[in-house]
T-cell receptor, first 113, second 115 residues
Framework: NAGVMQNPRHLVRRRGQEARLRCSPM?????VYWYRQLPEEGLKFMVY????????ESGMPKERFSAEFPKEGPSILRIQQVVRGDSAAYFC???????????FGQGTRLTVV | SQELEQSPQSLIVQEGKNLTINCTSS?????LYWYKQKYGEGLIFLMM?????EEKSHEKITAKLDEKKQQSSLHITASQPSHAGIYLC???????????????FGKGTKLSVKP
């Protein structure tokens, strides 16, 4: 059973471009969580999705950021018009049910130049 | 809003020594999770605690959740260099008798083990 797969592992974007981060949850997991981690800081919750639905997006910036988890295919975290402050490691996690342990991917390291 | 405080922020121990990391919540928790992160990598799930007073062990690591479900400790016995990393506690806030669903995290405890 493959773990949570995130791609790409590293992504470089120029200011103003769009960044698309993908997350394929573990088989049988329908709950997906996205987090952002800045150097020397903790994991900040961004958004919680369950197949086609956004359950909680209280940690997501209101502008430029969006997330989806379609019926078929991976979950996507999309950042439009990236700025230098968006540079961070973005982690995705998945769980089979709402209250079970979440398993993490290896992350996507976004660098905005 | 729910917050998790971890202590200490960092810890350097001699190989073979025991150590304890603490995680305190500002509110009652629905569930408490411990993870380990190596630099530049994703989080590895260690243990999950849900019941007040619950204690779980895996190899040389023991985690406990207090009766009030607001404080947890992670204890490592006879530490080894392989235990080095960042330990994070995560929790699902309690909401109307159930969980809110999302997981929040403390800032982590950086553990170094000197050979």
């Amino acid at each position: 059973n493959a773990g949570v797969m995130q791609n790409p592992r590293h992504l470089v974007r120029r200011r103003g471009q769009e960044a698309r981060l993908r997350c394929s949850p573990m088989k049988g997991h329908s709950h997906v969580y996205w987090y952002r981690q800045l150097p020397e800081e903790g994991l900040k919750f961004m958004v919680y999705l369950q197949k086609e639905n956004i359950i909680d997006e209280s940690g997501m910036p209101k502008e430029r950021f969006s997330a989806e988890f379609p019926k078929e295919g991976p979950s996507i975290l999309r950042i439009q018009q990236v700025v230098r402050g968006d540079s961070a490691a973005y982690f995705c996690a998945s769980s089979p049910y709402r209250d079970r342990a979440a398993f993490f991917g290896q992350g996507t390291r976004l660098t905005v130049v | 809003s729910q917050e998790l405080e971890q202590s200490p922020q960092s810890l350097i121990v001699q190989e073979g020594k025991n150590l304890t990391i603490n995680c305190t919540s500002s509110k009652t928790l629905y569930g408490l999770y411990w993870y380990k992160q190596k630099y530049g990598e994703g989080l590895i799930f260690l243990m999950m605690l849900q019941k007040g007073g619950e204690e779980k062990s895996h190899e040389k690591i023991t985690a406990k959740l207090d009766e009030k479900k607001q404080q947890s400790s992670l204890h490592i016995t006879a530490s080894q260099p392989s235990h080095a990393g960042i330990y994070l506690c995560g929790a699902r806030p309690l909401n109307y008798g159930g969980s809110q669903g999302n997981l929040i995290f403390g800032k982590g405890t950086k553990l170094s083990v000197k050979p």
